[in-house]
């Protein structure tokens, strides 16, 4: 049996400020190799994001300038209405787009409490697999120092967490750099 990688593993890992909004802000400048305040910016001007940083579940396609040197494409892979038998089948809609290397930015529930409307974006940039089978997800999740591996199961409970209480949010990110003349 022979494992597979696929993915990126050279994205840079920016941390939101602690207490603030900006997970997503820190996501984009993750991917984008950009410092928080200017994805923060760039999301604010696309009104993706509110000023404290919050980003809600994004429901259509958006291109965001990055100023002159990129644009990042957000496309969603799974919005809150869709109706997914289980969390497995989030997950591989999540590793289709990993296998083409487009890190997808995670909108999930932070705990099982009903009552707690409390959600937070974190970035998935890998997987390691044999045959079809994802034994661990790379997660870049700003509010932690590193970049962690999770298990399959543990990333497959916290979708089914957000699936159960209020649908989940995952894009694809997409950087586009002007080519060189």
Known sequence: MSVEVAGLFDIMHVRQPEGSEKCFAAIVASVADLDIDTAHDALTKSQLSGPDGSTPPILLSKKISLGEVSTLSIEPLVKPADRL????????????????????????????????????????????????????????????????????????????????????????LVLEKPEAS
Do not use: Q
């Open 85 to 172: 038998d289980d969390a497995a089948s989030a997950l591989s809609v999540i590793c289709d787009e990993i296998d083409v290397k487009n890190p997808v930015a995670l909108l999930h529930k932070k705990t099982e409490d009903p009552a707690d409307g409390r959600h937070h974006w974190m970035l998935i940039t890998s997987r390691i697999f044999d045959m079809d089978t994802t034994h661990l997800v790379g997660v870049m999740d700003p509010l932690k120092s590193d970049r962690e591996f999770y298990k399959a199961p543990d990333i497959e409970d916290i979708v089914d967490r957000s699936l159960k209480y209020a649908g989940i949010s995952a894009c694809a």
